[in-house]
């Protein structure tokens, strides 16, 4: 068996009102970061997994996501697998 | 009629629902924890409600913890045989997490928390928690929540809307006489076409924002509008025709 640190990243789907996101933007461009556009608040979770193979990770990870770590209706989420051990 | 309300870590109206359903003689309540696999009493409960609250704190999603409760798969099945099951705010974001309603909840458009007394029209008469209400009556139910605007894709939303699939939605006060206007201008949180409430497509599962156990109580605080809604409730079930 292998070890994988997973990193999920959970983002508002394009389309969705993102007012956290505007709301740092707002703050940004304010704060003289007029360079600054489509900022959009999400999650961030960390954590590890124990799979056969790294694509049995991926298929557990995508599994984990859909179930519970992103709404599908409102948010999109990315992943990356890093092997530990 | 036996009533279940469902209590989870964090839930904070649950008391107050049991209150306002005894208070309006609707029968035995029964307050069951999320960790439990079953209901208690005997042949199920007649309606389940999860109340308003901040369940598992609300972390990652409101409602997302909840809405994976041991007790939540009796929920569906409660649900999936025709029993009548009520979600109060929190309870209405674990009702979309659990997916037995359409649509999400989002942070309100202001980002703030918004306490407030408010009016809702209600748009339907003929489901088993409206029943004593007049089509197009406005009512005053406050509201208590950070995460209420309604959220669906536009297609999905328009296909709700000509279902008849929302129930109540928050408006102006009545004006004596008018039929009073309703919509996304009166949403105190950004909510989708003033939506503040919804009913799934079998008619048996109701989700809302605003407490109408907040307002049953007399001298509590302004109004007694919620006590139509258990009113609905007793005589769907004909409470009051077996005294």
Redesign the interface.
Same mark, same amino acid.
């Given at each position: 068996m292998m070890r994988f640190r997973v990193d999920v990243t959970v983002l508002p789907k394009d389309g969705v009102l993102d007012i956290q996101g505007k709301a740092v933007e707002h703050t940004l461009k304010r704060s003289g970061y007029s360079a600054v556009d489509d900022v959009r608040v999400g999650r961030f979770i960390r954590f590890s997994v124990e799979a056969k193979s790294e694509s049995a990770a991926g298929t557990l990870v995508d599994s984990a996501a859909d179930d519970l770590l992103a709404n599908g209706l409102i948010e999109s989420y990315t992943y990356k697998l890093e092997r530990i051990q | 009629m036996k009533t279940a309300v469902v209590v989870f870590p964090g839930s904070n109206c649950d008391a107050d629902v049991a209150r306002a359903i005894a208070d309006s003689d609707l029968g035995p309540v029964e307050m069951v924890w999320h960790d439990e696999g079953d209901f208690k009493s005997a042949g199920g409960p007649d309606l389940v409600v999860l109340p308003g609250g901040f369940a598992h704190g609300d972390y /990652?999603?409101s409602g997302? !913890?909840a809405a994976?409760s041991r007790i939540m798969k009796a929920v569906k099945s409660h649900a999936d045989g025709g029993g009548l099951v009520l979600g109060i705010c929190n309870g209405f974001q674990v009702l979309t997490?659990a997916r037995l309603l359409p =649509?999400?909840l /989002? %942070?309100?458009?202001n !980002?703030r928390f918004i306490c407030a007394p408010c009016h809702v029209r209600v748009e339907r008469s003929d489901t088993p928690f409206t029943k004593a209400f007049k089509e197009g009556q406005v009512v005053q139910f406050p509201i208590a929540h950070h995460e209420g !605007?309604y959220? !669906? %894709?536009p297609d999905e939303l328009a296909a709700l809307e000509s279902r008849g699939q929302v129930v109540f939605r928050y408006s102006a006060p009545a004006k004596f006489g008018e039929p009073a206007d309703a919509g996304e201008r009166y949403s105190p949180n =950004?909510s989708l076409n003033g939506i503040a409430g919804v009913i799934n497509k079998r008619g048996n599962v109701l989700g809302l924002m605003p407490h109408p156990e907040r307002s049953t109580l007399k001298n509590l605080i302004r109004g007694t509008d919620g006590r139509v809604f258990w009113q609905s409730l007793g005589e769907y079930f004909g409470v009051w025709g077996d005294k």
């Open positions: - | /990652l999603r997302a !913890l994976k997490e =649509g999400a /989002l %942070p309100n458009k !980002l !605007l959220f !669906l %894709p =950004g």
